[in-house]
């Protein structure tokens, strides 16, 4: 049963710290995104990878979060310092681009909910 | 700027009526639409995708529609049950080359025995 598996589930931390959330796509899928869901915003994208190259970020406050993807089966999201306004769920999901077709299914994982205090 | 909009925001309903959720786009130049299910503290379960050549899409009780032209898509549920409470959220994948989906709002959903 294939699936994206995220760690942590849940995450508190102290304003300040650093944060680092990790995200394992489902084997084979080339694109990877990382969203942010809040009460007030929804659900937004932050970033998203094809074949581990960034392709876009500019939903990333990019003074404090950094996203990378090490290897095709890992993909991090970084917040440093974090603030109690990223208080957020933050969710990965992975799709597969096949050739020159551009529609595709996105496949979500658990999430980690993060609270900064 | 893609924005979607989700009527209602709420609804409760009993045991064994069929409804239907809305879900509207501002750009009709989508690639697909997917509608996900999402339980209380829980990730998000994809429903249907349709892509943006088709009418319709049926999974069991669920039936998506599309019309891109007008910028609505329409989630009927027959006889629904409790268990499907939760709350619905529609999302389009765009052109522009931008591949993040745009999610609306949600509705949720009661469904009381």
């Known amino acids: 049963d294939a699936r994206v598996t995220q760690t942590p589930r849940h995450k508190v931390t102290e304003m300040g710290q650093e944060v680092t959330m990790r995200c394992q796509p489902i084997?084979?899928?080339?694109?990877v995104f990382w969203y942010r869901q809040t009460m007030m915003q929804g659900l937004e994208l932050l970033a998203y990878f094809r074949n581990r190259a960034p392709l876009d970020d500019s939903g990333m406050p990019k003074d404090r979060f950094s996203a990378e993807m090490p290897d095709a089966t890992l993909a991090t999201l970084k917040i440093q310092p974090s603030e109690p306004r990223d208080s957020a769920v933050y969710f990965c999901?992975?799709?597969?681009?096949?050739?020159?077709?551009?529609?595709?299914?996105?496949?979500f994982g658990p999430g980690t909910r993060l609270t900064v205090t | 700027k893609q924005e979607v909009t989700q009527i209602p925001a709420a609804l409760s309903v009993p045991e064994g009526e069929n409804l239907v959720l809305n879900c509207s786009f501002t750009d009709s130049a989508i690639y697909n639409l997917q509608w996900f299910r999402q339980d209380p503290g829980k990730g998000l379960t994809s429903l249907l995708l349709?892509?943006?050549?088709?009418r319709e899409q049926t999974s069991g009780r669920l039936n998506a529609s599309l019309d891109k032209s007008s910028g609505r898509s329409t989630l009927y549920i027959a006889a629904s049950q409790p268990g499907d409470s939760a709350t619905y959220l529609c999302a389009v994948h765009s052109g522009g080359g931008a591949d993040g989906l745009t999610f609306g709002k949600g509705t949720h959903l009661i469904i009381q025995p």
């Open positions: 999901a992975s799709g597969l681009v096949r050739g020159g077709r551009v529609s595709y299914e996105q496949y």
């Open positions: 349709i892509q943006s050549s088709q």
């Open positions: 084997l084979g899928h080339n694109t």
